[in-house]
């Protein structure tokens, strides 16, 4: 009985620890001034717009612009339906944006008014609120080749997962999160989703933005009748700037605006069956890259992989029947060196018997990429590596001499090739994700990132069980079900090490009903 009430003492304490850690501290915003972090991301994001509309947008979006700087911030906000409470900081970020050149807010402006019909018509069939239309301009400054945190991109910063589990394209040569259309749809998707998990647009917006297993446990922590406001400040500051954001954009984008005959003229569609690069177009039909750029966007490379199936490209309007008559042309203008960029330039790995035999790492270079060097984790599989990093298991075994990834042990530190233009990013993943020490009342220390997340399971999941497979991993299996996360299924079944898991075993799974 003795060693019974020592255990329940025990599993208390932890329970105290736990919640402790798991539950965020209350974030106090300033409230005159607007976070430089959130400023020089939006700053940068409009600048990059601006410079790829350096051509003449007015083909494709013309009209007197209306400037209004007089109207009450206040007022004009309680006419929006979501985030009735306005945040720190959101009549800051509105005088910002009054306060921007006229060229800057006409340019944003036709760009969001340029995509405004897509945004209204797929929110309008998914039955969402109207007003989620201005937190693409919030997220992304409407620049289609933003990037975030996490490898976020295009206008709604979708991340990888959430672009190909919605049925995009994205590799390296084609990035559909970029394509406004297709993002939306997307972005309509998975919100519509977490809706059904949490019964409200406004929980689904600090979902989308912060992550659903983040959201339940600060909503465990505030409490299950905490109103969005309530939850918004016990979660991380940068939620609360982009709902800032949000309110501010929201009353800019209705008090700044083109006449009402303004609209977007859409531009001609052609198919393309065979792997074409810009420059061919714009040989023959004297159109400039930047068009061809704006208007395809999700082209990363400016190379259309026809070849592989028939892709859609977008050009001007008017210039459909020249590409029919000089398509010929078009295919023949063709220059080998505009395709260097997708020459695969790492070497095929060795036969495997040459691993582990006190064969040093090799020294290799290659051109185009810069190495990096990735220190393993308690916990690490090269299959989580691998998909961080975006790059093979295959490469990573050849370029570390490993055969048997079961052998990697942490603080081993391998070699990682990335794409020189990413190398910063990819330098900073890891120290972005390292232990802190922090000390808890006792004097006893914990690692912050020690205290796992609790996967919460909804009362109305459907329990199901999945046999692993030759050749699974926890990443894998989490691809097949949706909302399921890797991290979810260790803690599900007790897991602590990823690498653990056999060919045969039975893993619990709850999927949300």
């Known amino acids: 009985m003795r060693s019974l009430n020592l255990n329940i003492r025990t599993r208390f304490i932890w329970f105290i620890i736990v919640l402790f850690f798991a539950c965020p501290a209350v974030v106090k915003a300033n409230t005159d001034s607007i976070p430089a972090d959130y400023k020089s991301i939006f700053q940068k994001n409009l600048s990059e717009l601006i410079a790829q509309q350096d051509w003449d947008e007015n083909s494709f979006f013309a009209g007197s612009f ?8 206040n007022s004009e906000y309680s006419k929006l339906e979501l985030f009735s409470t306005i945040q720190p900081n959101a009549d800051v970020f509105f005088e910002y944006l009054n306060a921007l050149p006229a060229s800057q807010k006409q340019n944003l402006v ?58 995009l394209q994205v590799n390296r040569l084609v990035d559909e999160r970029l394509n406004v259309e297709l993002a939306t749809e997307a972005f309509v998707t998975v919100l519509n989703n977490t809706i059904k998990s949490f019964n409200s647009p406004e929980l689904a917006v600090l979902a ?28 991380p500051p940068e939620i609360s700037e982009t709902i800032a954001a949000y309110q501010a954009l929201s009353v800019f984008l209705r008090i700044n605006k083109f006449t009402p005959d303004a609209q977007p003229v859409h531009p001609d569609a052609v198919l393309v069956n065979r792997e074409l690069h810009f420059q061919q177009i714009t040989q023959v039909l004297q159109i400039s890259i930047k068009e061809l750029q704006f208007l395809n966007p999700q082209y990363t490379y400016n190379i259309v992989p026809g070849d592989e199936q028939a892709m859609e490209v977008n050009i001007p309007p008017g210039k459909h029947d020249e590409f029919v008559l000089w398509t010929d042309s078009i295919y023949n203008a063709y220059d080998s060196s505009l395709f260097q960029l997708v020459v695969q330039k790492i070497e095929y790995p060795p ?38 990093y975006d790059v093979r298991v295959a490469d ?88 399921v996360t890797p991290e979810a299924i260790l803690q599900w079944n007790g897991i602590s090490d990823a690498r653990k898991i056999q060919i045969g075993q039975k893993l619990i799974i709850y999927l949300a009903q």
Not at 210 to 235: F, H, M, Y
Request: with cysteine; aromatic share 10%; net charge positive.
């Open 351 to 388: 036969a495997p018997n040459r691993q582990y035999v006190g064969e040093k790492v090799k020294d290799l270079e290659i051109e185009g990429k810069t190495k990096i060097k990735y220190t393993i984790q308690s916990g690490d599989v090269l299959g989580f590596i691998a998909e961080d």
């Open 66 to 73: 209306l400037i209004n700087t007089n109207v009450d911030f």
């Open 110 to 167: 036709r760009s969001y008014s340029y995509s405004l019909p897509v945004f209204e018509s797929q929110l309008k069939a998914a039955g969402l609120p109207d007003d989620l239309k201005y937190f693409a301009v919030a997220l992304s400054a409407m620049n289609p080749k933003a990037t975030g945190k996490n490898k976020r991109a295009g206008v709604w910063q979708l991340t990888h997962f959430q672009g190909v589990l919605n049925g």
């Open 208 to 235: 989308y933005l912060g992550g659903t297993t983040k959201l339940r446990n600060t909503i465990v922590c505030a409490g299950k009748n905490a109103s969005p406001d309530e939850i918004i400040k016990q979660l």
């Open 396 to 483: 990573l075994k050849y370029w570390n001499n490993i055969y048997n990834e079961r052998r990697i042990q942490a603080g081993q530190k391998i070699d990682i090739f990335v794409d020189d233009e990413n190398a910063d990013y990819y330098r900073g993943l890891q120290a972005s994700s390292g232990k802190v020490s922090v000390t808890g009342s006792a004097g006893v220390q914990f690692a912050q990132n020690s205290v796992a997340p609790v996967y919460q399971i909804p009362d109305s999941a459907k329990k199901i069980e999945h046999v692993v497979k030759s050749g699974e991993s926890p990443y894998v299996i989490a691809k097949k079900y949706n909302g």
